[in-house]
């Protein structure tokens, strides 16, 4: 062989082995569906399009033919590799080539197939059967069953292909094509309907390949086709299994399904829907349930769940989809999978029209996953997330539905319990979301629910919420209606604390004002604004904190937008009570006098704010007299009449300034106040203690009389019998000096015959009665009164005072005295027997009256008595003798008659020596008064041998001689 000829057959050589490495087949083909059952579909990615192994020679040939340095066809490298065979001597290189030879054929006519689609595969499959029958026991054969067994798959010889893979499989348990053929060969069995030899044989595959560290698609697709083949025997509990297994070996713990390659993708989801069609054969849901419960969790439970849920909404299989989502929850309560299937479920009821529970799932939702829920507080942020989009629709919805419900309810308690769901619902809205620009008008409800249900502080809480806690541009007019609301709120749940002890109502009473106060101080613009702050206004009044009541008046007074009328009206009234409490009067006069200002004149209160106001000036007028400012106060006194002419007040101020008037002793004005009083009020209360003080100003002013007139009221005013006494003897007294002789006579008598007793006053009341009558010349009404005296000491002697004994001794006196007059008066005529008898009877009276007046005791009037005694029988004796004689007497008849009469005044002379001596003995006691003088001289000229006899004066003896 020349060098060219050596060259050309090497070359051919590596062409032919490269073509016979390159050759391979595929062995399966579409798996059709028995009994219109749905089957695996053949198509990339799928078990039904799994790759055939290549062999080592495939691979060099593939690699010889299509090297770039040279474009060789497969018919040139056989032809190369046949004119080798006749050159090589070594028998088993023989066989090798020829091997190489089939190998080449059998690519040739593949690719013969797939270009025109003309089977020239029977030159391939010759060779290897010859290579077989004259080599049976060759190592490598193995390779050769598994090329024949390809050949066999694209003639569609499915008998012949199964018998080669079944040699290949039984005498071969150690080739590397083995899992391959054992896969391919299960494979065929299920197609031809033989499925537990299928599933032997695709068990056989998943054991092998643990074993031998096989490709891992066979494994998979083992698995997978096994599952089938249950499947395909009804026992569809195993064939989830095998699914199990598949997903486990395709999705790794923590491996997404985007992250699988498009071929695994595609496994996946035909494996999903296999799953679902198994699961439909079985219990559903509850049988999913048990396979995890039993394999125990995986991360790609989910998607199981996922897909098999929707393939049943696909069939419109709503309950058992709901199923599904319900088993997922239960098993996986914290998943965050968990909320997403509990609002799937709400989805598919709605989707099936089943609307009946709807609402109940959706407050389940809320209640296992809301911001209340153990779900809640160790959920992570996406499942937060999520919950967050649920409830901020959820929660309003469900809230507004118990709301309605709770109107429509036909008693009572369903209606409470409807509120408080609504209450719940509104309350955590504004928890989950408390920037949501949707939760002060949530805050809102909440405080009118809880309205509904009298729960007051809950309410007051959350209307304060949304009026205080949130930028005003964010609420707007919401909220000020709020803040009124929980005013009016506050005021329904004070009427709840009247049986609360006073502590508690008191707190709760100031609760109440901090939430009027705060309503008005923070929407002052309100049209509300100005009533609320003054019901506080009025709260402070009440509670006596007269600076707080002041100061808050005089900012509702000043309130801009100006506030009504009314309020102003009654800001200005409190502001007078309490500054009228501070004693800031003037202050409180001007209040009220802008009270009037602005109040109705229809008004009935006019009246008794114009009495406040005259208060508030008498008040003033009280400030100045306590200060000591008399006139200045007793103007103010008299401006209460002036500014409020119709006051009940201005009697008493005038009455108070005249009082005033007096304790400063300024009597004229206060005459005139006081007349002026009784001429203006002669009905009033104290009118009856203004003849007194009129009587006290008159009589400092010395005028007596007008003093005496007012005393005389005093009289018939007089409670007491011993004030009406005293005040008519003070008349009396001042009629006397006043000289006004007709009234004291009657205002003296007046007294006397009212009161006798005190005897001591009452003798003086005589005694100037007695005077009174002696100067107005009537001699019996003065009798009458000295006789008063007289009897008043003799009825009870041991009673009577010296002045009594003196006043009765002087009457008495005087009596007499009138009695010696009239004896006196009396002459002796004839007949001297009629004279004489009216003469001693006169002596009797005269003596017995002045001896009436010598028993009252007193030595100025007995010595008196005693000298008139004896002057009265001295006198009898003398006119005796001067008497009247007879006439025709002779002179011895007159001499006789002569001395008869001096026998007869004998008698009288000496009586009246001896009373004369009686008296002057008083001058040994010490008395030697006019009268006992008198009685001297009396008795010089009586007895003057006795006692008129001339004092003997002895010459003072300087010596003894």
């Known amino acids: 062989m020349n060098n060219r000829m050596a060259g050309r057959t090497v070359k051919g050589l590596l062409m032919v082995g490269a073509l016979v490495m390159a050759s391979g087949c595929q062995m399966l083909q579409s798996m059709m569906p028995a009994g219109g059952?749905?089957?695996?579909?053949?198509?990339?990615?799928?078990?039904?399009?799994?790759?055939?192994?290549?062999?080592?020679?495939?691979?060099?040939?593939?690699?010889?033919?299509?090297?770039?340095?040279?474009?060789?066809?497969?018919?040139?490298?056989m032809d190369s590799y046949k004119a080798l065979l006749p050159l090589v001597e070594d028998p088993r290189k023989q066989v090798t080539i020829r091997h190489r030879l089939a190998d080449l054929e059998f690519q040739r006519a593949e690719r013969k197939m797939a270009d025109s689609a003309v089977d020239e595969l029977s030159g391939a499959i010759d060779a290897y059967q010859r290579l077989l029958s004259e080599y049976p026991e060759r190592e490598g054969n193995d390779q050769i069953y598994y090329q024949l067994a390809r050949a066999w798959e694209l003639r569609g010889a499915t008998p012949q292909q199964l018998e080669a893979l079944n040699t290949l499989v039984r005498r071969y348990p150690d080739s590397e094509y083995w899992v391959e053929a054992q896969f391919?060969?299960?494979?065929?069995?299920?197609?031809?309907?033989?499925?537990?030899?299928?599933?032997?044989?695709?068990?056989?595959?998943?054991?092998?390949?643990?074993?031998?560290?096989?490709?891992?698609?066979?494994?998979?697709?083992?698995?997978?086709?096994?599952?089938?083949?249950?499947?395909?025997?009804?026992?569809?509990?195993?064939?989830?299994?095998?699914?199990?297994?598949?997903?486990?070996?395709?999705?790794?713990?923590?491996?997404?399904?985007?992250?699988?390659?498009?071929?695994?993708?595609?496994?996946?989801?035909?494996?999903?829907?296999?799953?679902?069609?198994?699961?439909?054969?079985?219990?559903?849901?509850?049988?999913?349930?048990?396979?995890?419960?039993?394999?125990?969790?995986?991360?790609?439970?989910?998607?199981?769940?996922?897909?098999?849920?929707?393939?049943l909404l696909e069939r419109e299989q709503y309950s058992d989809a709901i199923d599904v989502f319900e088993a997922y929850i239960e098993?996986?309560?914290?998943?965050?999978?968990?909320?997403?299937?509990?609002?799937?479920?709400?989805?598919?009821?709605?989707?099936?029209?089943?609307?009946?529970?709807?609402?109940?799932?959706?407050?389940?939702?809320?209640?296992?996953?809301?911001?209340?829920?153990?779900?809640?507080?160790?959920?992570?942020?996406?499942?937060?997330?999520?919950?967050?989009?649920?409830?901020?629709?959820?929660?309003?919805?469900?809230?507004?539905?118990?709301?309605?419900?709770?109107?429509?309810?036909?008693?009572?308690?369903?209606?409470?319990?409807?509120?408080?769901?609504?209450?719940?619902?509104?309350?955590?809205?504004?928890?989950?979301?408390?920037?949501?620009?949707?939760?002060?008008?949530?805050?809102?409800?909440?405080?009118?629910?809880?309205?509904?249900?009298?729960?007051?502080?809950?309410?007051?809480?959350?209307?304060?919420?949304?009026?205080?806690?949130?930028?005003e541009d964010t609420v707007a007019d919401r909220a000020a209606e709020a803040g009124y609301a929980s005013v009016l709120a506050f005021r329904e749940y004070s009427q709840t604390w009247e049986s609360e002890p006073v502590s508690e109502r008191m707190a709760y009473q100031e609760l109440q004002q901090l939430n009027r106060l705060r309503f008005a101080n923070a929407f002052p613009g309100d049209a509300r604004a100005p009533a609320v702050y003054y019901i506080a206004l009025q709260r402070e009044f009440d509670l006596n904190n007269w600076e707080e009541t002041v100061n808050m008046a005089a900012r509702l007074v000043t309130w801009q937008p100006t506030p009504p009328d009314e309020l102003t009206t009654e800001a200005l009234l409190l502001s007078g009570h309490s500054l009228s409490e501070l004693a800031r009067y003037a202050e409180a006069e001007q209040a009220y006098r802008?009270?009037?200002?602005?109040?109705?004149?229809?008004?009935?209160?006019?009246?008794?704010?114009?009495?406040?106001?005259?208060?508030?000036?008498?008040?003033?007028?009280?400030?100045?007299?306590?200060?000591?400012?008399?006139?200045?106060?007793?103007?103010?006194?008299?401006?209460?009449?002036?500014?409020?002419?119709?006051?009940?007040?201005?009697?008493?101020?005038?009455?108070?300034?005249?009082?005033?008037?007096?304790?400063?002793?300024?009597?004229e004005q206060a005459i005139g106040v006081l007349t002026s009083f009784r001429r203006s009020f002669p009905n009033h209360e104290l009118?009856?203690?203004?003849?007194?003080?009129?009587?006290?100003?008159?009589?400092?002013?010395?005028?007596?009389?007008?003093?005496?007139?007012?005393?005389?009221?005093?009289?018939?005013?007089?409670k007491t019998p011993e004030e009406r006494r005293e005040n008519l003897l003070i008349a009396a007294e001042l009629y006397d000096q006043a000289g006004n002789r007709e009234k004291a006579i009657d205002t003296?008598?007046?007294?006397?015959?009212?009161?006798?007793?005190?005897?001591?006053?009452?003798m003086e009341a005589a005694n100037r009665l007695a005077e009174l009558y002696q100067e107005d010349g009537d001699a019996e009404s003065r009798d009458y009164w000295l006789r008063k005296q007289m009897e008043t000491v003799d009825w009870d002697p041991d009673a009577a005072d010296d002045r009594m004994r003196y006043l009765a001794a002087s009457a008495s006196a005087i009596l007499a005295r009138d009695a010696l007059a009239r004896?006196?008066?009396?002459?002796?005529?004839?007949?001297?027997?009629?004279?004489?008898?009216?003469?001693?009877?006169?002596?009797?009276?005269?003596?017995?009256?002045?001896?009436?007046?010598?028993?009252?005791?007193?030595?100025?009037?007995?010595?008196?008595?005693?000298?008139?005694?004896?002057?009265?029988?001295?006198?009898?004796?003398?006119?005796?003798?001067?008497?009247?004689?007879?006439?025709?007497?002779?002179?011895?008849?007159?001499?006789?008659?002569?001395?008869?009469?001096?026998?007869?005044?004998?008698?009288?002379?000496?009586?009246?020596?001896?009373?004369?001596?009686?008296?002057?003995?008083?001058?040994?006691?010490?008395?030697?008064?006019?009268?006992?003088?008198?009685?001297?001289?009396?008795?010089?000229a009586l007895l003057p041998g006795r006692y008129r006899k001339e004092e003997v004066t002895q010459g003072v003896v300087y010596g003894l001689d």
Do not use: C
Request: without cysteine; glycine residues 4%.
């Open 37 to 77: 059952e749905e089957m695996p579909r053949v198509r990339e990615g799928t078990l039904a399009a799994l790759p055939a192994i290549e062999t080592r020679q495939e691979s060099a040939d593939a690699a010889a033919v299509s090297d770039p340095a040279e474009d060789v066809s497969i018919e040139t490298v």
């Open 331 to 471: 098993d996986h309560p914290e998943s965050p999978w968990a909320p997403r299937y509990h609002i799937r479920i709400i989805d598919t009821l709605e989707l099936a029209g089943f609307t009946r529970t709807i609402p109940e799932r959706k407050a389940g939702f809320v209640s296992l996953y809301g911001i209340y829920s153990d779900y809640w507080q160790s959920a992570g942020p996406d499942a937060i997330g999520f919950i967050e989009q649920q409830l901020e629709q959820l929660l309003p919805e469900l809230a507004d539905r118990q709301y309605l419900l709770a109107g429509e309810a036909e008693y009572d308690q369903q209606a409470d319990d409807h509120y408080r769901k609504a209450a719940s619902y509104y309350a955590e809205f504004a928890a989950t979301f408390p920037d949501h620009p949707r939760t002060p008008e949530r805050l809102f409800l909440l405080g009118e629910t809880y309205l509904e249900l009298e729960d007051w502080p809950a309410a007051i809480a959350a209307f304060e919420r949304v009026a205080y806690d949130y930028p």
């Open 823 to 940: 004896y006196d008066g009396i002459r002796l005529t004839l007949p001297l027997n009629q004279s004489m008898t009216a003469k001693t009877d006169a002596l009797e009276r005269a003596v017995n009256a002045y001896k009436k007046t010598a028993s009252y005791g007193l030595s100025s009037f007995a010595t008196e008595a005693g000298y008139q005694i004896a002057h009265i029988y001295a006198r009898l004796g003398a006119d005796l003798m001067d008497s009247e004689r007879p006439t025709g007497l002779s002179e011895l008849e007159l001499a006789q008659y002569e001395l008869l009469l001096e026998e007869q005044a004998y008698p009288f002379e000496d009586n009246a020596i001896d009373i004369h001596e009686q008296n002057i003995r008083r001058a040994r006691e010490g008395i030697f008064d006019e009268w006992v003088k008198r009685s001297y001289e009396a008795l010089k």
């Open 748 to 762: 003296w008598r007046n007294y006397a015959n009212s009161h006798p007793e005190p005897t001591d006053v009452y």
């Open 687 to 718: 009118i009856d203690t203004v003849p007194a003080k009129l009587a006290l100003a008159y009589r400092e002013t010395e005028q007596w009389e007008r003093a005496a007139d007012e005393l005389q009221q005093m009289v018939s005013l007089a």
């Open 594 to 667: 802008d009270a009037l200002a602005t109040m109705a004149e229809d008004d009935e209160r006019r009246s008794g704010v114009r009495e406040n106001l005259a208060a508030a000036v008498y008040r003033q007028a009280e400030q100045l007299a306590d200060a000591g400012n008399v006139e200045a106060a007793v103007s103010e006194f008299l401006r209460v009449g002036t500014a409020v002419p119709e006051s009940a007040l201005r009697a008493n101020a005038e009455y108070d300034a005249a009082s005033l008037l007096i304790t400063a002793n300024l009597w």
């Open 184 to 311: 391919r060969r299960g494979d065929l069995l299920f197609i031809d309907g033989r499925y537990g030899e299928a599933e032997q044989a695709f068990d056989e595959v998943t054991l092998a390949s643990q074993e031998r560290m096989a490709d891992p698609s066979f494994l998979v697709n083992a698995h997978y086709m096994k599952g089938w083949s249950l499947f395909k025997q009804a026992q569809y509990q195993e064939a989830l299994f095998s699914y199990v297994e598949v997903l486990d070996l395709v999705m790794p713990e923590g491996r997404p399904v985007a992250d699988v390659d498009q071929r695994s993708q595609t496994l996946i989801e035909d494996l999903f829907r296999v799953v679902g069609l198994s699961l439909s054969y079985l219990d559903g849901a509850e049988t999913l349930q048990a396979i995890f419960r039993q394999t125990g969790g995986r991360p790609y439970e989910i998607l199981v769940y996922d897909r098999y849920s929707e393939l």
